[in-house]
């Protein structure tokens, strides 16, 4: 059964700080997904990696995967507040596109 | 990217009834999704929505309580039987994009916010 851990699950922050998320997952998979979530809405999609060593950016958040390590990090840059937001990493399993969901991580940017 | 709407938004129920909760995609999609939120929680995938089949469900999760149709390549329902309290969730629909530069993007719909009371 696949298992999907995301570290820090609480993440509070000053403004202009760098901070990583860690996103371990249990058995191997071929894609992984970055979400944020804003309170009451629904998930927006950030990234998708689908390669070993594949990295990503955004504005200030850049994300990278290590299929052999089966760890995504997900880096924030120099944080403002309008990052503030649960942001999830997904994982495909076994095959059909179906995602196993991380527990979230709560980013809090404080002025 | 595909554009998905859900009806209803939100919705409160009464222990015992059934709700039937639609998503709409403005493309034709090969995979749809239900997932389920519960309070606080992150998302846990109910089953994906076949077309023209029955829908494959994930452990944990039955036809007779959850049953979907995918009538077409844009639209299906969930319906959510024989309500509890622990049904109060938010149930979101996804679609995965298989062309051009968004291949593998998954987007999620608005999400519908049950409460069961």
């Given amino acids: ?111 | 990217s595909a554009v998905i709407s859900q009806k209803p938004s939100r919705d409160i129920c009464q222990r015992g009834t059934s709700l039937t909760i639609q998503c709409q995609v403005d493309s034709q999609v090969t995979m749809m999704f239900w997932y389920r939120q519960q309070p606080g929680q992150s998302l846990t995938l109910i089953a994906t929505a076949n077309q023209g089949s029955e829908a494959t469900y994930e452990s944990g999760f039955v036809i007779d309580k959850f049953p979907i149709s995918r009538p077409n390549l844009t639209f299906s329902t969930l319906t959510v039987s024989n309500m509890s309290p622990e049904d109060s969730s938010i149930y979101l629909c996804s679609v995965e994009d298989l062309t051009g530069q968004n291949s593998y993007e998954q987007y999620f719909g608005p999400g519908t916010r049950l409460t069961v009371t």
């Fill in chain 1, 1 to 111: 059964e696949l298992k999907v851990e995301q570290n820090p699950l609480f993440l509070s922050m000053q403004e202009g700080k760098n901070y990583t998320i860690y996103c371990n997952y249990s058995t191997t998979s071929d894609r992984l997904y970055w979400y944020r979530q804003d309170p009451g809405k629904s998930l927006e999609s950030l990234f998708v990696l689908l390669s070993n060593g594949a990295v990503k950016q955004e504005g200030r958040l850049m994300a990278s995967l290590d299929t052999k390590a089966r760890l995504s990090t997900l880096h924030i840059t120099a944080a403002v507040h309008d990052l503030s937001a649960t942001y999830f990493c997904a994982v495909e399993n076994g095959g059909g596109s179906r995602l196993t969901f991380g527990e979230g991580t709560q980013l809090t940017v404080n002025p």
